[in-house]
């Protein structure tokens, strides 16, 4: 961040060009990872609360004018924390009993977690469409995470998916 004034800090603003293609995100992320870390061990220093306002804006920006549907790097690449939850209500829209569910489709990651056992998800379809969307798992609606409160907290987590998704690599690198 260049100015921890309050004028400086309203007056960063994302645009369309500040979002690299998805399929570019790899290269250009390990171009910029030396920037990127710096990035966020500066971010990790900052008033909380600013943090909080500066990176909420900026999602808002992003996904004012970006649409996932022509992205799905996230779906396509990693998967998300599943909870008991989860699954039941999955199972539900799929009319499936969840043990089934989790049979088919679902593992358990080294934290205990399901995940789904294949990249990509099971449920993307050819045109980036969420089969059981209504129905997804909390991890998939709350991805990427950019809008939740005390973003400090994820800060090392935000790291490792500006490999992932086009907009939190924009965000970390407007504010380098
Ligand atoms: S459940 Fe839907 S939103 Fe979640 S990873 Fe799969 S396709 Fe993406
Ligand atoms: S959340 Fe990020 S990675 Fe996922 S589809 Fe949207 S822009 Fe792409």
Do not use: W
Request: hydrophobic residues 35%; positive net charge.
């Amino acid at each position: 961040m260049k100015s921890n004034s309050n004028g400086a800090l309203s007056s960063i603003s994302l645009s369309r060009n500040d979002v690299p293609a998805p399929d570019k995100l790899k290269a250009l992320f390990a171009t910029n990872r030396g920037v990127l870390k710096k990035t966020v061990q500066k971010l990790a220093k900052f008033n909380q609360r600013q943090l909080d306002d500066i990176v909420h804006k900026l999602h808002h920006e992003a996904f004012g004018f970006y649409d996932c549907l022509d992205c799905s790097n996230c779906c396509r690449s990693i998967s998300p924390a599943i909870s008991h939850n989860d699954v039941e209500v999955m199972a539900k829209k799929l009319k499936v009993r969840p043990s089934d569910l989790v049979g088919k489709h679902l593992k358990l990651d080294e934290e205990g977690d399901f995940v789904f056992h294949t990249a990509p998800c099971p449920f993307i379809d050819d045109d980036n469409y969420c089969q059981i969307y209504s129905h997804r798992p909390k991890a998939c609606r709350e991805y990427p995470h950019t809008d939740r409160s005390r973003f400090y907290q994820i800060l090392k987590l935000s790291l490792k998916n500006a490999e992932v998704c086009p907009v939190v690599y924009a965000i970390l690198m407007k504010l380098a």
